[in-house]
C-alpha cells in the first residue's frame, strides 16, 4: 500500500522526467535525480542517495550493455579506472559515517558534499565542452580510438570519483568524464562514453551495495523510482533527434548550479547564513547563470577564432552519435 500514495506518485514522476533527460543528453542522472528527491522531503539525504545508486545501477547496466555489444569501449582504460573506483565506491559511505554518530550532523554533512558535488558537476560539464572545442580547433576531432594508457593517474581518476559517486552519488558521469576527457583528449567521443559507462556499472553497484549495507533500502522509494526512470530514459532517447542538445544541456548547467546553491542553503553553509534560507538568493543564480553562460562560452569560442555563436555547434564539439548518447 505504501506505493500507492501521493508521495510515491510524485517519486515516480521525478524519476521519469529525470530518466527523459538522461535519455535526451546522456548525462548522468545522479546530479539531477539526488537534488529532486531532496526536496520533495521523500527521505533523509543518506536513504535517498542510497535508492538513487540502486536504480542507476539497474538502468546504466542496460547501457553499457548496448555499448559493449557495438565495440565502443576501451576496454584497458575502463579496467583501470574500475580497479580505483570501486574500492573507493565501498569505503566512501563508511567514511561518512565514522566522521559522527549524529544523525543531524551526517544530514548536515551529506547535504553539504552533495551541495559542492553538483557545483563540481557544473563546472566539469563547462570545462568538458571547453576541452573538445580545443580539441576541435587543433585538428583532432576524429580522436584517437586506442590512446596509450597511463595506469597511474587513471587510477586515481578512479579513486576520486568512486568516493566522490559513494558519498554522493554524484560524478560518475560528469566528474570522470571529464578526467579522461584531460588525461586522453584524442579519444573519440563514442569510445569515451562508451568507456565511461561500462566503468560507471561496477562502480554504482559498489556504492549502492556500501550504502545498502549502512542505511538499508527503501522499497517504497526504490520501486517507483525505477519505475519511473526506466520508461523516461527510453522515452528520451527516441525523442533526442529531434530535440536540440544545446539548449538541455545549457539547461542542466543552470539546474546543476541552483541545486547546488539551493542544498548548501538549506544545509545552512555559512557564507549564505545559517538561520534562514535564500528563496530569492538562490533564484537570482538562476537567472545570473542563464544570461551569463552563454556570454563566457561565446567569448571562450573568440578566444579560440570562432564567432562566439554558431558552428561548431555543442552536438558537434562532443562528437555526437545519437546511438551513444542516447543509450548512456
Request: avoid cysteine; proline fraction near 6%; glycine fraction near 12%.
Amino acid at each position: 500500500m505504501d506505493l500507492l500514495t501521493t508521495t510515491a506518485l510524485s517519486i515516480l514522476v521525478a524519476g521519469f522526467v529525470v530518466g527523459v533527460v538522461v535519455g535526451l543528453t546522456g548525462m548522468g542522472g545522479g546530479a539531477l535525480m539526488t537534488p529532486a528527491l531532496i526536496f520533495l522531503g521523500v527521505g533523509n539525504p543518506a536513504v535517498i542517495v542510497t535508492a538513487d545508486l540502486t536504480a542507476a545501477a539497474i538502468y546504466k547496466t542496460g547501457g553499457a550493455i548496448v555499448h559493449a555489444r557495438e565495440g565502443s569501449p576501451n576496454l584497458q582504460l575502463a579496467k583501470w579506472l574500475i580497479i580505483g573506483s570501486v574500492p573507493m565506491a565501498l569505503l566512501g559511505p563508511h567514511l561518512v559515517a565514522w566522521l559522527t554518530d549524529d544523525e543531524d550532523q551526517l544530514h548536515f554533512v551529506l547535504l553539504m558534499a552533495i551541495g559542492f558535488a553538483l557545483l563540481l558537476a557544473a563546472a566539469t560539464y563547462a570545462l568538458r565542452l571547453y576541452l573538445n572545442l580545443r580539441r576541435v580547433r587543433s585538428g583532432r576531432g576524429e580522436g584517437d580510438a586506442d590512446p596509450a594508457i597511463r595506469p597511474v593517474p587513471t587510477l586515481l581518476v578512479g579513486a576520486l570519483g568512486g568516493l566522490l559517486v559513494g558519498v554522493t552519488s554524484v560524478g560518475s558521469g560528469s566528474v570522470i568524464m571529464v578526467a579522461l576527457l584531460m588525461l586522453y583528449p584524442g579519444l573519440s567521443a563514442v569510445r569515451l562514453v562508451g568507456t565511461d559507462l561500462v566503468q560507471a556499472v561496477p562502480l554504482v553497484l559498489a556504492a549502492a551495495i556500501s550504502n545498502i549495507a549502512l542505511n538499508g533500502i527503501d522499497w517504497s522509494l526504490l520501486i517507483p523510482l525505477v519505475i519511473g526512470s526506466v520508461p523516461g530514459t527510453l522515452i528520451g532517447s527516441k525523442i533526442a533527434p529531434r530535440v536540440p542538445q544545446s539548449y538541455i544541456r545549457r539547461g542542466i548547467v543552470v539546474v546543476l548550479t541552483m541545486s547546488g546553491v539551493a542544498l548548501l542553503d538549506k544545509a545552512g553553509w555559512a557564507p549564505l547564513g545559517t538561520d534562514e534560507t535564500h528563496p530569492m538568493l538562490i533564484a537570482g543564480v538562476g537567472v545570473a547563470t542563464l544570461v551569463l553562460v552563454p556570454i563566457v562560452w561565446g567569448l571562450l569560442r573568440r578566444s579560440q577564432g570562432l564567432p562566439m555563436f554558431g558552428a561548431p555547434t555543442v552536438a558537434e564539439l562532443e562528437g555526437e552519435r545519437r546511438h551513444a548518447s542516447r543509450t548512456s
